[in-house]
């Protein structure tokens, strides 16, 4: 079935320093790809979207491109702030009629000043 | 300016007593989402509407309903609580099934 698997966490960065969240997905047909972030004690935040293949989805700074080829999403973000700690959510939606997200299992993110 | 209203932000129930979610929303969106998130996992879909048409999982246990009366009003009732079901519950809506969906800030529900 469909799925999506997401790099272990927790990980933890300097500020200012590279980051990237490995993301893979396994699905029939053609779904669209998302990240989503969740702060502490909040419901998920949309953070990035790409609807098809080669699409690059971009928001404060985060970036990831949808491949097609190799079933993947990765999230990255040049310069991590302290503000960026969170709980990341990569997830694929399966398809027109069911409107179903299916996350991967999170990955917390540390940044330490 | 508020989106997606969830009340409480906590509660707390007995083990067995029934209890209701409530989620509202004033986006005018025509699918609502409930999802549960267990403790440092994924959100997992329950159910959804589709203006009035229902959707239940095919695992979403019996013991988990949902009542929507009117576009902006979504509730999950948890008829029988067990300790299992302590978890976050989140409520989404969009315009359309394939449209980005809009979180609200979740319940956390604590069983005793």
């Known amino acids: 079935g469909d799925s999506v698997t997401q790099m272990e966490g927790p990980v933890t960065l300097s500020e200012e320093a590279f980051l990237t969240i490995n993301c893979t997905y396994t699905?029939?047909?053609?779904?669209?790809l998302f990240w989503y972030v969740q702060y502490p004690g909040e419901g998920l935040q949309l953070l990035l979207k790409?609807?098809?293949?080669?699409d690059k989805g971009s928001n404060k700074g985060f970036e990831a491109t949808y491949r097609k080829e190799t079933t993947s999403f990765h999230l990255e973000k040049g310069s991590v702030q302290v503000s960026d700690s969170a709980v990341y959510f990569c997830?694929?939606?399966?398809?027109?009629?069911?409107?179903?997200?299916?996350f991967g299992q999170g990955t917390t993110l540390q940044v330490k000043p | 300016d508020a989106m997606v209203i969830q009340n409480p932000r906590y509660q707390v129930t007995q083990f067995g007593k029934p209890v209701t979610l409530s989620c509202s929303q004033t986006l005018n969106h025509n699918v609502m989402y409930w999802y549960q998130q267990k403790s440092s996992q994924a959100p997992k879909l329950l159910f959804h509407?589709?203006?009035?048409?229902?959707?239940n999982e095919a695992d979403t246990p019996d013991n988990f309903q949902s009542r929507r009366p009117n576009t902006s009003f979504c509730f999950l009732d948890i008829r029988s609580p067990g300790l299992g079901d302590a978890a976050m519950y989140l409520c989404a809506t969009s315009r359309e099934t394939d449209y980005e969906q809009y979180f609200g800030p979740g319940t956390r529900l604590t069983v005793t």
């Open positions: 790409a609807t098809k293949a080669d």
């Open positions: 997830a694929l939606s399966v398809g027109s009629n069911t409107g179903k997200l299916i």
């Open positions: 509407y589709y203006d009035k048409d229902f959707n």
């Open positions: 699905a029939t047909g053609y779904p669209s």
